[in-house]
């Protein structure tokens, strides 16, 4: 338990519950089932803050439209996920307003501060590597900063900087939960079982051509001008969209624990997520099936905390 947390036995006050969601681009589908499974067992959050694919789904429920958002992943393709994809190469290999403009057209684009819960993202400062929390203007905006993932992502001018993926500085937002109010803070990390999954998965004699491998080849096509054409002998070494992947797993999962470790949640959920990539976005049901099963997991240490309050 968090020494911020002021809990006291004995004590009426209901606790301000926060919800910080972390990054993880694709595996983030499993914050939905994690939001869904706290509601049935009756834990609805007070505000919910995330960084990165953290951001999109916290954003969603903080509008009101988890039930429209959960409906449109689980109808999902591989082709509906290219679609959206306008691959270039100035900025970031998807340029990401195509899929922007899909969510303006479908979605109302509120205020933040005008949602049904209070909400904030988190973003990077490109040029000074500053933390910066999203809490007003365009919720639309506010997503499209916090994903800017470098190498992936475009990044995005927002009020004269120029800003990129929240997670380079703070993949699970729990600081900037207790900032809103939280007394008690559920993070999500999904990070907590990638370490070196990409780089292991390379080392394989085969992998199966299914959808997701194929997914992968396209954008490793695009991604191939990077890179010189490799000898048979030396076809063991990962390609360079395995590299970036495993380095931003490497990164987001030594700065979530550091940062953590200097201000912990009181509760983390850890989704169980290395068998999906970090571009399966196709894959919302078993994400989503994963942050169910984590959030049954952490239930009763969950109640025993908020019973404290009692």
């Not at 306008?86 to 205020?111: C, Q, S, T, Y």
């Not at 005008?114 to 929390?133: D, I, K, Q, R, Y």
Request: with cysteine.
């Amino acid at each position: 338990m968090s020494e911020k947390t002021n809990i006291s036995a004995g004590s009426n006050h209901r606790p301000r519950i926060g919800l910080a969601l972390g990054s993880g681009s694709a595996r983030g589908w499993a914050h939905v089932g994690v939001i869904r499974t706290l509601e049935q067992a009756g834990i609805r959050p007070d505000l919910v803050c995330g960084t990165s694919i953290g951001a999109l789904v916290g954003a969603a429920y903080a509008a009101g439209e988890l039930d429209r958002f959960e409906q449109w992943l689980l109808g999902l393709g591989i082709t509906d996920v290219l679609s959206l994809m306008d691959v270039h190469l100035n900025g970031g290999v998807i340029k990401g307003e195509r899929l922007m403009a899909f969510f303006r057209h479908n979605f109302i684009d509120r205020p933040v501060d005008e949602l049904n819960m209070p909400f904030a993202a988190v973003a990077t400062a490109l040029h000074s590597g500053a933390e910066v929390w999203l809490r007003e203007g365009s919720t639309i905006e506010a997503v499209r900063a916090s994903i800017a993932l470098p190498v992936l992502f475009s990044p995005v001018v927002h009020e004269g900087r120029m800003l990129v993926d929240g997670g380079l500085v703070n993949p699970v937002p729990v600081s900037l939960a207790r900032a809103m109010g939280a007394d008690v803070v559920i993070a999500v990390d999904l990070s907590f079982d990638i370490l070196g999954r990409h780089l292991h998965e390379e080392r394989k004699p085969e992998i199966p051509a299914n959808e997701a491998s194929e997914w992968m080849r396209k954008l490793q096509e695009n991604l191939s001008v990077f890179m010189p054409a490799r000898p048979e002998a030396e076809s063991r070494v990962p390609s360079m969209l395995d590299v970036v992947a495993s380095s931003i797993n490497i990164m987001q999962v030594r700065i979530s624990r550091s940062r953590m470790a200097g201000d912990p949640p009181d509760l983390i959920v850890t989704p169980r997520l290395s068998h999906l990539g970090l571009l399966d976005f196709h894959r919302a049901q078993e994400a989503m099936d994963e942050g169910r099963r984590a959030v049954e997991a952490a239930l009763p240490n969950l109640h025993l905390l908020l019973d404290e309050f009692q």
